[in-house]
Each structure stands twice: as structure tokens, then as C-alpha cells.
């Protein structure tokens, strides 16, 4: 039993399985002076989405939400036999202007999806970047127009934001990326209403704490609603 022993988690990477709606995660465990490697079963189902890619290219949703994931150009999708998932390649966007490869998920008719996301909200992304330059700057998990919430890369650097009482709030890691990172990242931004914070988590991490009191905005136009 794992609680009879004296352990901790050293680091956790990206889920490597995904098996009827049950996630797994590669971590290593600390017990005594000694590490091992094994399989962590996620704790608790991602509530609005849980998107997962398959060998057509396409993604879906295994949250419990209605909510329909379309794809956009042509990403490449291959299979990752270290992560035992398929992953989806969008390198051939630029860091400027619209990117044309990518996956969206429409909202603008759920009011239960935004209640929800107003009320706090975690979102988690594994990302690897092959390169990266001191101008780079793009959206991985976002939804942004005068309100919305997302994780993204600017600069060098990791960063969440979100739009609370009228204005953007955002955490920004403080430690930049190589230029050729090419390493995948555990991202986690958490918008706690009830500490009136906003988390990001890099690895494990905590990179970042801003103060983000009062109500989270989503954006008031449908058409950017996803």
C-alpha cells in the first residue's frame, strides 16, 4: 500500500496512456534514498475537456461535455511510443500572425461550459517547441477577445493569463527556454477564484502567483467563443 510507505513525487511527465476515460502518467517516486519509475493513475476526470488525437488526424473530447473538437488545416499527427498516445504536430504555423493548423472547440452555446470556466478553472497542456527565437510568441490552450483565458509562449518564456475584473492578469515562468528547447513541458495554469490567484506550473513547478481578484470574463463575442 502506497500510504504505509514513506514516498513522494519527484516529477511527473506527460500522460503516456489513455484507457477508457481512465489517464496514466509516467512518474518517479521517492522511496527512502532511492528512485523508481511506474505508472500513476490520474486522480479526478478533466470536467470540460479532455482532448485526445488520433492516427486520422482528427481529436475528441472525453470530458464529460457535449463539446465537438474540429480540426483546422492539416496538423500532422503521429504516434509517440514513449508517451503511448498520439500527438499532433502544428510547427508549420509561424510564431506571427493566424496560425493555420489547429484544433478548436466552440462554446458560445454551453452556458454551463462558461459558468464553469468563470468559477475557476484549470488548464493543462503537454508542448514541446523545436525552436524558439527572442520575437516568438503563441497561443497553445487560449481563448482571447476582450475576456477569455489561456497558456501560451512569449519571448522565451511560459506564460497564463486570464481576464479578471476588466483587465488581463498574467504569470510569466521566470526562466527562459533554450533556443533549441525541442523538450516536452507539463503546463498547468490555474485561475482560483476562491484565493483570488493566478497559477502557472511548469514540470511541477510553481513558476508563477499573481494576485487576480474578482470575477473571470469570457469574451462577449460568439464568433470567438472556442
Not at 454551453?110 to 508542448?127: K, P, S
Amino acid at each position: 500500500t502506497v500510504s504505509a510507505v514513506k514516498w513522494a513525487t519527484y516529477g511527473v511527465n506527460a500522460p503516456i496512456n489513455y484507457d477508457g476515460g481512465v489517464r496514466y502518467f509516467r512518474a518517479f517516486v521517492k522511496v527512502g534514498s532511492n528512485y523508481a519509475q511506474g505508472e500513476v493513475k490520474s486522480v479526478g476526470a478533466p470536467m470540460l475537456l479532455d482532448l485526445a488525437f488520433s492516427a486520422d488526424g482528427t481529436a475528441a473530447n472525453y470530458a464529460f461535455t457535449s463539446q465537438t473538437c474540429v480540426k483546422h488545416g492539416s496538423p500532422v499527427v503521429t504516434y509517440n511510443a514513449g508517451y503511448k498516445r498520439y500527438e499532433a504536430d502544428l510547427s508549420a504555423n509561424s510564431f506571427s500572425g493566424t496560425a493555420g493548423h489547429y484544433y478548436s472547440v466552440r462554446f458560445c452555446y454551453d452556458d454551463e461550459f462558461m459558468a464553469r470556466l468563470v468559477d475557476g478553472h484549470t488548464l493543462e497542456a503537454v508542448v514541446k517547441v523545436p525552436y524558439l527565437t527572442s520575437s516568438s510568441e503563441a497561443d497553445i490552450l487560449a481563448n482571447y477577445e476582450n475576456g477569455g483565458t489561456g497558456i501560451g509562449i512569449h519571448n522565451k518564456t511560459f506564460f497564463a493569463q486570464a481576464y479578471v475584473r476588466g483587465a488581463y492578469r498574467s504569470a510569466y515562468d521566470t526562466d527562459d527556454l533554450d533556443d533549441q528547447d525541442d523538450t516536452y513541458h507539463h503546463v498547468v495554469s490555474v485561475y482560483d477564484k476562491a484565493s483570488a490567484r493566478l497559477l502557472l506550473y511548469i514540470d511541477g513547478r510553481l513558476a508563477s502567483s499573481e494576485s487576480a481578484p474578482g470575477d473571470h470574463t469570457i469574451t462577449t463575442t460568439d464568433a470567438a467563443r472556442y
